[in-house]
């Protein structure tokens, strides 16, 4: 079990350019999902996979957000146009199901200057 | 929308005391109950679940929770922290009306003195 893994651990961007991070689930597992965790607070949930399939956005995942799972293995997260707003710890999570927890990545954090 | 309440922002303990974590949820359905724990420099750990069953759940490393589903409830306790327990602790919850998401409380930070 070698865990879900992330790249790149921390990205320092300028305002206004875009930015990819990606995420290795857990092999066998068919669910992943990306959460945004700032300062002082809990994760928030942005966006669930099931295999391919994007099956849930939250609110916070503006346009400016995308997300994709092109084979069912790893995902990207991109944003587009950075804000300093974006400035968080990105994390990847995968999952067998519901019931089983979800097992987190390192996480990516974003810091846009 | 479901939320979670952690009361409690930062704990601060002495080696062998007892702790107590409180955890409140809003959603009134069915749901599944976590508490994951996060040592210093490291990623997310799982500690313990709750989805059926007895609603006092053993978790790893001595860590314990109690559902009470009249309260709202999923406290995480432990006898006895030693020093290797300081770290942040997230409590979450997940029902089958909100999909896959897991909704997380704002943490607690624990001190444990030596």
């Known amino acids: 079990d070698t865990g879900v893994s992330q790249d790149p651990r921390h990205k320092i961007t300028k305002r206004g350019q875009n930015v990819t991070f990606r995420c290795d689930p857990i092999?066998?597992?068919?669910?992943l999902y990306w959460y945004r965790q700032t300062l002082g607070q809990g994760p928030e949930f942005l966006t669930y996979f099931q295999n391919e399939a994007q099956l849930e956005k939250s609110r916070l995942l503006s346009d400016r957000f995308s997300a994709e799972r092109p084979k069912g293995s790893f995902s990207t997260l991109e944003i587009q146009r950075t804000e300093q707003g974006d400035s968080a710890m990105y994390l990847c999570?995968?999952?067998?199901?519901?019931?089983?927890?979800?097992?987190f990545g390192p996480g990516t954090r974003l810091t846009v200057l | 929308a479901q939320s979670v309440s952690q009361h409690n922002h930062h704990v601060i303990l002495s080696e062998a005391a007892s702790l107590e974590l409180g955890c409140n949820y809003s959603?009134?359905?069915?749901?599944?109950l976590f508490w994951y724990v996060q040592y210093p420099g490291q990623h997310l750990q799982l500690l313990l679940k709750?989805?059926?069953?007895?609603?006092l759940v053993k978790g790893i490393k001595g860590f314990e929770a109690e559902f009470i589903k009249s309260k709202f409830s999923f406290n995480l306790r432990k006898p006895s922290v030693q020093w290797s327990d300081t770290a942040e602790y997230f409590c979450a919850v997940n029902n089958n009306n909100a999909g896959n998401m897991l909704t997380f409380g704002g943490g607690t930070r624990l001190m444990v003195k030596p």
């Open positions: 959603y009134g359905g069915t749901v599944n």
């Open positions: 092999s066998e597992h068919n669910r």
């Open positions: 709750y989805f059926s069953g007895d609603p």
């Open positions: 999570a995968s999952s067998t199901g519901p019931i089983t927890g979800q097992f």
